[in-house]
């Protein structure tokens, strides 16, 4: 990790560790990577939920390895399990949710969305 991916480079505070933000994006990541290369031609996956757990504190310049296991598919909703392990402890750990959606579709209704803005 480095000093971009410290608390006091993405405003979330002052100290030169790992940043919460930064762990979440990692852990979001992760879990979008686990099911790329299963979605249909067309779809990816979006975020809607996150409950996280930072347990301690990184230096910069230490590795971080993220895991994360999907534990349920219910639909278009997939329920995921991330752990986040520096070099030394678990470092984090978080419940996330992802919901497949058809990419087109998605950009469209952000389309619609920014068009309402530009009218109103």
């Known amino acids: 990790m480095s000093e971009a991916d410290t608390a006091a480079a993405a405003g979330s505070g002052l100290v030169a560790g790992l940043a919460t933000p930064t762990l979440l994006a990692w852990m979001e990541q992760v879990a979008f990577e686990v099911t790329r290369p299963h979605l249909p031609r067309g779809h990816t996956t979006v975020g809607t939920r996150v409950n996280l757990e930072h347990l301690a504190g990184t230096p910069t310049g230490m590795r971080v390895r993220v895991r994360a ?48 803005t530009t009218t109103s």
Request: net charge negative; hydrophobic share 45%.
């Open 69 to 116: 296991e999907l534990v349920a598919v219910d639909g278009r909703r997939l329920r995921f399990r991330a752990e986040a392990w520096d070099e030394v402890e678990l470092v984090g750990r978080a419940e996330h949710e992802r919901f497949i959606v058809d990419e087109e579709r998605f950009a469209r209704g952000l389309e619609r969305k920014r068009a309402a």
